[in-house]
């Protein structure tokens, strides 16, 4: 199978999120909030914290594909209106994943990027429709996805007439079971090589472990990946959605000054 819209043999993509904000174009773009938006005040208050540290994407499910249909489901659209109101307040550019393609017109003003999550990504006539909307797409790997089987995903999209598509490496489902799944960094290199998206990678989804996302997130910036999307919670032990793997308000704040260093570092030795 060839790969043709999203190859590297095409001109390097950049998207433009608007406000100065770009993804792929030398820069190390940090892309942080809940797992799920719960209500108007953990989100503001998460926001508020993320845009004083400089973040200005902000991410937050409103629609949750849970394994179990008894775990919170997320707000829906209320989830989404509540994204896009403290968005505008904070200057904040946002990001949510939508599931049906029913919903991909009515989710239009609510969302600056429209996500594709994991268990989405072979979903072609999601794919098919964002193809035809004229914002960018962030298009999760699959848990159990090939290189080639993601970038072809990224060719439905591509093929309707949208390559505004950003690509985000979040963990593989393999035989080890201490991690919620294997994190595979040796993708960002591979991705680069092969196509002209730029990739990001989510170290909270790929560890499964707040401890381990900061590592994750330095790993990160050292493979050159074009960005980190991360789950920061108020209270992560009380959160509805995947606290385990969230940080907390000091630890993103740590996390930020860490990868703040090593990306100076980095510039350094280039």
């Given amino acids: 199978?060839?790969?043709?819209?999203?190859?590297?043999?095409?001109?390097?993509?950049?998207?433009?999120?608007?406000?100065?904000?770009?993804?792929?174009?030398?820069?190390?773009?940090?892309?942080?909030?809940?797992?799920?938006v719960e209500n108007y005040e953990q989100?503001?208050?998460?926001?508020?914290?993320?845009?004083?540290?400089?973040?200005?994407v902000l991410r937050g499910g409103a629609f949750k594909p849970r394994t179990s249909p008894y775990s919170f489901q997320g707000l829906g659209f209320q989830g989404l209106k509540y994204?896009?109101?403290?968005?505008?307040?904070?200057?904040?550019?946002?990001?949510?994943?939508?599931?049906?393609?029913?919903?991909?017109?009515?989710?239009?003003d609510l969302v600056d990027v429209y996500q594709v999550g994991s268990r989405n990504m072979q979903n072609y006539s999601l794919l098919k429709e964002l193809g035809n909307v004229d914002k960018p797409v962030m298009l999760k790997r699959g848990m159990t996805a090939t290189v080639n089987e993601w970038l072809m995903a990224a060719e439905y999209i591509a093929l309707e007439g949208n390559d505004n598509i950003i690509l985000c490496e979040r963990g593989i489902r393999t035989f080890e079971n201490y991690t919620r799944n294997t994190l595979d960094l040796t993708v960002v290199p591979i991705v680069k090589s092969l196509s002209k998206l730029p990739i990001i990678v989510d170290p909270s989804h790929g560890t499964g472990m707040r401890e381990l996302v900061a590592t994750m997130a330095r790993a990160s910036v050292v493979v050159s990946a074009d960005g980190i999307m991360v789950e920061?919670?108020?209270?992560?032990?009380?959160?509805?959605?995947?606290?385990?793997?969230?940080?907390?308000?000091?630890?993103?704040?740590?996390?930020?000054n860490q990868v703040d260093i090593l990306k100076k570092y980095m510039n350094e030795l280039e």
């Fill in 83 to 108: 994204l896009r109101d403290v968005g505008k307040k904070y200057n904040m550019k946002v990001i949510s994943e939508i599931m049906d393609p029913r919903d991909v017109e009515r989710a239009y």
């Fill in 1 to 36: 199978m060839d790969i043709k819209l999203v190859s590297s043999s095409n001109k390097k993509k950049v998207i433009d999120l608007g406000n100065g904000v770009k993804i792929g174009d030398g820069e190390f773009t940090i892309i942080a909030g809940p797992c799920a």
């Fill in 232 to 256: 920061v919670h108020p209270s992560p032990d009380n959160a509805l959605s995947d606290g385990f793997q969230s940080l907390d308000f000091s630890m993103m704040n740590e996390l930020i």
């Fill in 43 to 56: 989100l503001e208050a998460t926001a508020k914290f993320l845009n004083k540290l400089g973040v200005n």
